[in-house]
């Protein structure tokens, strides 16, 4: 059984552009004419940058301290 994934993102308005990036991948940015657009670029972009394919993706992790 697969389990769905719900990553969250950073998003806001710039003239007529909507961009945003994911939170675990703050370093790659997108965008879209519309906040749908900007919300399929996430997903394509998620899947690219999950698929292992892409050598040296920088990501944001937690450190837990004792």
Not at 7 to 21: A, F, H, V
Not at 33 to 40: D, N, V
């Amino acid at each position: 059984m697969k389990t769905k994934s719900k990553p969250r993102y950073i998003y806001w308005q710039e003239d007529d552009w909507w961009l945003g990036y994911l939170e675990e991948f703050p370093d790659y940015w997108t965008q879209g004419r519309t906040q749908k657009e900007l919300e399929e670029n996430l997903r394509d972009l998620y899947l690219e940058l999950t698929s292992g394919n892409i050598p040296g993706v920088r990501r944001i992790a937690e450190l837990e301290m004792a």
